[in-house]
């Protein structure tokens, strides 16, 4: 199944067949633009549209029985498509280029605070990344530093590496109990400025691509969890007053 996100995060519709239909009414596609839930960012929610106009409501996407099957999952009340049958897909677009922002937020904070990462979650409104630090370390200062990337509109391309490339450069990883995904030949790294000057590291999430587009965020938080684990959250807009 191809997952035309891969390689273009900006596609917001795209046409399918229909190659399945599962147990629990979740729909196979012969490719698809809708991401499903990983890594820390949520899947995608829109609808499939049928040859007369009829709307299947797509309420969660997640990943099958591996990480390369995607299965769109109806709201309850929808109609079911036949197999074979063509749908065009649309992904919630504005909700996805919140998650496509907040995501790329995500990467400019881990530039910015280069601890290992013990877990992460993108939200629409609030993200959050927990770091293995001790450091405490001041909001407005991370806040200013992430405006200085965002606003230096640096590029954001994708490369691709064998696996034995990555085990050659182990520190290429920042997260520190999520592994890369072994076994699927080669991995997906995403580049932050002109030859990966500011970032890269392998992620299959989407992304903007330019961080200008992040736009205004903020740290609304850092949170004390353990003596070694700090959560930052970020949010959109200006840092409140
Ligand atoms: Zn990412």
Known sequence: ????????????????????????????LHQTCFYATSGGQPGDTGFLERANGEKIMIAATVTGDTK?????LPAPG????????????HIDWD?????????TACHLLSVVCPYPITGASVGEEDSRVDFDMSET???????????????GNHPISYTWISEAELEANPGIVKSKNVRPPRGQGNIRL???????????????????SETAEVGQIHIGKIEKKGKENRRFRIRFGPAPE
């Open 95 to 103: 909700r996805r280029y919140k998650l496509m922002r907040m995501h």
């Open 68 to 72: 390369a099957e995607i299965v769109h």
């Open 1 to 28: 199944m191809p997952l035309l996100f891969l390689k273009d995060a900006y596609l917001s519709t795209a046409e399918a067949l229909v190659t399945g239909i599962r147990a629990d009414g979740g729909i196979l």
């Open 190 to 208: 995403v580049c932050i400025g002109e030859n990966s000057s500011i970032d890269s590291q392998p992620c299959g999430g989407t992304h903007v």
């Open 78 to 89: 929808q109609p079911m498509p036949e197999i074979g049958e063509q749908l065009v897909l």
């Open 137 to 151: 370390i001041d909001k407005a200062e991370v806040t200013a530093k992430l405006m200085d990337l965002v606003n």
